[in-house]
């Protein structure tokens, strides 16, 4: 519990359950402090409402302030940006004489995945500009960013739908945060397709890159070896759960020069064409994987969170010949479409 009104209390307990997490290696108690965390700033910012409360908006989901704010407890997803982002900005400040500009779209009521910056664990001069159109959590975030400022830290909120953003200056750094397993239903694709031409060319995006594959899988024995092999907090590698799959053609790979990448066709990406003859065995599945590589050796293995946990899909056309265009669609409701070739797309 947080006691009294005292702001330099607050701050206090904030930094130290923060420089906790930075520090341990064991996963029950790194959760046990993550939630500590999230409740001692539910305490300050008393948020309304349920995390489950979602709408659907232009690039699909848009999650409630309570539920962008629980995303705080994903603890290893939270923990791998933080440590990516104290990376990164150690790269980007050296030999740097002016402030680090950096880009946080969708920042929720406590700004979650940049909380080391607001809470000084770099000193070093940062301009960072927080995208955020929900009311609530606007109001939250501004009373979050009175109670903890950092004279090093010079914060810029802006009130709008992320695809309207527009800067004349170019960024160093910038924040994607992603929420769902292989990017469907999110926005995530659309938005980083829209603000990455607002990177400058040794900009850093976090993460990286994430890699989204279309594989088969023999699900039943998957998921048997998975139940009996996974360890809390830690994911399989992919020699690990080779044995029961095959890659049948990479998906998506998101990543800062996504533009240059995939040319755009209305509100589609076209990834690829492609033709699959093998046919696969009866007994298995068409899956979705996730890879989320953080920066240099950071990353989230699969099955490690909910975030690369593997997605069964309907037979996409994947076993029956037929030629086909992949695409993403990025408005509305995001997600793959496999389009045969001779048919008509809608």
Known sequence: ?????????????????????????????????????????????????????HEFGETGMLISSRGAASCLTGTARTLCYWHSLLVAIEKLQTDRHEPLRMLYPGSGPFATLILPLLLGKVTGRIEIHLIEINNQSLASLANFLNLIQRPN???????????????T???????????LSSLQTEGQVAITYHLSQFLAPHAILIPEAINV???????????????SHRKPGRGLSL?????????????????????????????????????????????????????????????????????????????PGCVSGVPLEIKFR?????????????????
């Open 330 to 346: 990025m408005l509305k409701m995001p997600g793959y479409k496999f389009v045969p070739i001779d048919a008509k797309s809608d």
């Open 169 to 179: 200056a170019l960024f160093d750094l910038m924040i994607s945060e992603v929420m």
């Open 153 to 167: 830290v010079k914060c810029h909120i802006h009130h709008c739908d992320i695809l309207e953003f527009d800067s």
């Open 239 to 315: 020699k690990q759960l080779s044995p029961f799959r095959k890659t049948l053609t990479p998906l998506i790979r998101l990543d800062k020069n996504v533009r240059q990448r995939y040319k755009r066709e209305g509100e589609y990406l076209l990834l690829q064409r492609v033709e699959f003859k093998k046919k696969w065995p009866d007994t298995g599945a068409v899956i979705c994987t996730t890879n989320i590589q953080f920066i240099d050796d950071i990353r989230l293995d699969e099955y490690q969170n909910g975030l690369t946990s593997p997605i069964v899909m309907a037979d």
């Open 213 to 227: 594959d279309l594989c088969w899988s023999d699900v039943t024995k998957e998921f048997s070896f998975v139940d």
């Open 1 to 53: 519990m947080v006691k009294g009104n005292s702001s330099n209390y607050v701050t206090e307990k904030l930094c130290f359950l923060m420089e906790f997490l930075l520090s341990q290696t064991d996963f029950h108690k790194q959760e046990t402090a993550m939630n500590e965390l999230f409740t001692a700033l539910d305490a300050i910012l008393k948020l309304h409402g349920s995390a489950t409360d």
